[in-house]
């Protein structure tokens, strides 16, 4: 049995670290709703974006001189993904289910013959990774929504991203993210960036059922609005990731306390009995020694 003082040392340290929890779990409290009301605001204008994109896409689809980042390169040899994580830890199973499904990815790619790239976004999915897929990663970016997700910097990877695909680096582009859905439950979600996917017509007119003419004409339309889907596409893959995130770690924070609550608890039964044993012990040899006497 651990001495008197060995238990009071060890009640004193996880009462500091519950603070230290209790703390943390306000200060993504506090910030979770500013970042859940970010990433549904973002939603509608990026769902509307890819639909009609969509539209003008399948208007165009088939014609000579499409655009690259709609019609692809005529192969899908290499891959590039993006694994959006974030700088730090103490979020539970946030930065290890992007990471999980990244790998699950890679594996499948590679197993159909692909070549696979990496591109990373945050600093504990750069180190997850480089465990057993260092040589894979091409481009790593940390410190992304420190101060709060902004537009520019999704842009600069979008810019960055467009610019290696120019280059002929890879074929397909793919992001994984999680999806925030509430502060306890994050969706790992995959989303092909490159070449724009197409979808198939639905029974509902995406333009809203009017007849529209384009000017310039559709070609030059999707010329500008791609590159730029890209950079929203990826912004909005931050955004659901910073809210996940905030999510994922106050409900992570505050499981810390708990346990931490419960750990004081039977701590402090322990040190009871142990201080018990001890008196009894010394009335014990007192009664003894006077017997003895």
């Known amino acids: 049995m651990p001495s008197l003082k060995a238990i009071r040392i060890r009640i004193a340290s996880v009462q500091s670290t519950r603070k230290i929890t209790s703390a943390m779990k306000m200060v993504a409290a506090s910030k979770l709703r500013r970042a859940q009301l970010a990433a549904e605001a973002a939603r ?11 539209a003008l896409a399948r208007s165009v689809a ?13 192969k899908s040899d290499t891959h ?20 999980r499904s990244t790998r699950q990815l890679v594996a499948e790619l590679r197993g159909q013959g692909k070549q696979v790239k990496l591109l990373t976004i945050g600093r504990k999915g750069r180190d997850q990774l480089r465990r057993d897929l260092a040589p894979l990663i091409v481009e790593t970016y940390e410190g992304i929504g420190r101060r ?7 842009d600069r990877i979008g810019r960055r991203v467009a610019e290696l695909f120019g280059q002929g680096a890879f074929d397909v582009c793919t992001i994984v993210y999680n999806r925030f859905q509430s502060a306890i439950s994050q969706v790992v979600t995959r989303r092909q960036l490159i070449p724009f996917p197409v979808p198939a017509e639905s029974g509902a007119d995406d333009l809203g059922g009017a007849v529209y003419e384009f000017e310039p004409d559709e070609a030059e339309i999707l010329g500008q609005l791609l590159p730029r889907n890209l950079s929203v596409q990826i912004f909005r893959a931050l955004l659901e990731n910073n809210a996940s995130f905030l999510g994922a770690q106050m409900t992570a924070m505050d499981n810390a306390t708990r346990n931490a609550g419960e ?6 039964i322990l040190r009871n009995r142990t201080r018990q044993a ?16």
């Open 80 to 99: 590039l993904i993006i694994a959006a994580s974030a700088d730090r830890g103490l979020c539970g199973g946030f930065n290890s289910s992007i990471t």
């Open 263 to 268: 750990m004081i608890d039977n701590l402090t």
């Open 278 to 293: 001890q008196i009894t012990k010394e009335l014990i040899e007192i009664i003894s020694g006077a017997e003895a006497l």
């Open 148 to 154: 709060g997700v902004a537009f520019a910097e999704a």
């Open 62 to 74: 088939g014609q000579a001189g499409a655009h690259p980042m709609m019609a692809g390169t005529g």
């Open 44 to 54: 509608p204008y990026a769902d509307r974006m890819e639909r009609m994109l969509g």
